[in-house]
């Protein structure tokens, strides 16, 4: 056996060497991303294209402030829409696993989240556009909506089943409820984690460009009606990037390197509330 | 003797399993009764028909009459049971969101009763009392009760059981999980608490039942084998199958 020992360790330094090199592997794509964006689009992103609104094409200057506000309106009515109604059906299909209609409600939402989202932006179109007779950030945000919520019901399921027995049983134990049990025990352990599920929703939605383009449109000016078409950041760097303007395509590059940094700030926001549950 | 809980032809299932089989029996008053059996033979079934937990488990009923003070138990509404009859798990299970003072209140603040601050200090210091844990918790009673060690949980949980004053506390293998000096300490606190409640104490362990029972109950395959003083139990037992068991052949 000792006679083995040196080739088994030289084994394993091999194949932790090759673990590692492939572990790699994955970062190199967004490394280059991440430098490919910084490279061209640190240069126009200022204090001036946060601030302004988009100038006519032929004009340098201005930004992109418009597309900011739309985004932050169009991710916080989506969530309005999704948060509560996503939870309390993550609630639903953790309380009651083994019945037949949280099992279909379960199919559903793996089904929903797998639709491509130009899908449920031609549906947002059909019945929300059509009927108004006009683009509007409603029409975007209840598309956003839709590609939120099983991402909300699955992840608040997931976390809901994980809240011990022990606790539901200390809760039933002491007279309380059913109801007050899953509100005040259950629901507040796993709050953690329902939040990291909402906060990454948002990110993934954030960045959802194909739903927005005949839902919200898009907007050159400033907009806070839900009635009226908006812009969002997606769409500007898609606009900006397909036009024929040199000073728009900087613009564009600049757009995705704050959509990027927007999204990553998300996500580290969802990382750090996860760490909160593991510190328990 | 006094009686407090009494059971007659008490059966219980999961699904067609057949777990208690007839219990008759008689809990008397202000004294630590012990139920030991081997694994599986019940025990933990039967002190969860006292509360009428073991119907929170999907597929489970009881059949059979259970008497609490005189009232039918069977007939009463579970959340009003539980509200009269604490329970203690195997695991220590503070709430991990609650403070240690929240934890002693939460058989209020879930139930949605309000109560004056000074009230709720009474409450708090006189359970952590009862459960002797107030002097090593009184100046963190703010802090986490998952930041307690195993045996301070498990105190931390019968403060909080004791809390809404039950006329009768069930433990279900209190110390199971816990180091032999954090069970001395819950064993010494069950002989306190009959002054003021009537105990139920479920264990594997024939030695804590000698130690802490006034009356023992000897339970096999879902059948009450043998029930009476613990002393008397304990030297003369009256079935075989008792004896087997305190002397270790089996279980």
């Not at chain 1, 976390?159 to 629901?187: N, S, Y």
């Not at chain 1, 898009?218 to 997606?234: C, H, Q, R, Y």
């Amino acid at each position: 056996m000792n006679k083995n020992l040196p080739r088994r360790l030289g084994k394993d330094r091999a194949a932790t060497l090759v673990v590692f090199l492939l572990a790699i592997i994955p970062m190199v794509p967004l490394f280059l991303i991440l430098l490919q964006l910084v490279m061209k689009g640190a240069t126009s992103l200022n204090l001036q294209f946060l601030t302004s609104l988009p100038r006519p094409p032929g004009e340098t200057g201005g930004g992109v402030l418009n597309a900011i506000a739309g985004s932050v309106i169009l991710v916080t009515l989506a969530s309005v829409m999704a948060v509560p109604t996503g939870i309390l059906a993550g609630i639903y299909l953790a309380e009651y696993r083994d019945k037949i209609l949280p099992h279909a409600i379960r199919v559903a939402a793996d089904l929903l989240q797998g639709t491509p989202s130009i899908v449920i932006g031609i549906l947002a179109y059909a019945w929300v556009v059509r009927p108004m007779h006009h683009f509007s950030a409603l029409a975007g945000s209840g598309a956003l909506a839709i590609i939120m919520l099983p991402v909300i019901v699955r992840t608040t399921e997931e976390v809901l089943v994980l809240v011990p027995k022990d606790l539901r049983e200390a809760a039933l134990a002491l007279g309380v409820p059913r109801w007050r049990m899953i509100l005040k025990v259950v629901l507040p352990t796993g709050m953690v984690g329902v939040t990291t599920g909402v906060l990454l929703s948002m990110a993934r939605v954030a960045g959802e460009t194909a739903p927005l383009l005949f839902t919200a449109f898009g907007n050159p000016f400033l907009s806070w009606k839900p009635t009226e078409p908006i812009d969002a950041m997606p769409l500007v760097i898609f606009n900006y990037a397909t036009s024929p303007y040199p000073h728009w395509w900087r613009q564009a590059w600049s757009a995705s390197l704050l959509l990027i940094a927007m999204v990553v700030l998300l996500n580290i926001a969802a990382r750090l509330m996860a760490r909160k549950i593991g510190g328990r | 003797m006094e009686e407090i809980l009494k059971t007659r032809g008490l059966k219980a299932y999961y699904g067609e399993q057949e777990i208690l089989r007839g219990i008759d029996m008689t809990i008397p008053r202000n004294r630590v009764t012990a139920i030991m059996g081997p694994s599986g033979c019940g025990k933990t079934t039967l002190i969860r028909c006292f509360n009428r937990m073991h119907e929170a488990t999907p597929g489970a009923r009881i059949e059979g009459k259970i008497w609490l003070e005189g009232k039918d138990l069977m007939s009463m509404n579970p959340i009003q049971v539980r509200r009269m009859v604490g329970m203690v798990f195997q695991k220590p299970n503070p709430f991990p969101t609650m403070s240690i003072y929240e934890n002693v209140l939460a058989g209020y603040r879930l139930n949605g009763i309000k109560l004056k601050r000074q009230e709720e200090q009474r409450i708090v210091e006189e359970a952590l009392k009862k459960a002797g844990l107030w002097d090593e918790v009184k100046d963190s009673l703010r802090r986490r009760g998952t930041f307690l060690s195993g045996g301070q949980q498990q105190r931390l949980c019968i403060a909080r059981a004791l809390a809404v004053n039950p006329r009768l506390l069930l433990m279900d293998e209190p110390t199971s999980a816990l180091d032999p000096k954090a069970t001395r300490r819950v064993e010494e606190l069950i002989g306190h608490l009959k002054e003021t409640v009537t105990v139920v104490v479920v264990t594997h362990n024939v030695a804590q039942a000698g130690r802490v029972a006034d009356y023992t109950a000897f339970l096999y395959w879902g059948e009450l084998i043998e029930f009476g003083p613990t002393s008397r139990l304990f030297t003369t037992p009256q079935d075989p199958r008792t004896e087997e068991y305190l002397t270790g052949k089996f279980g």
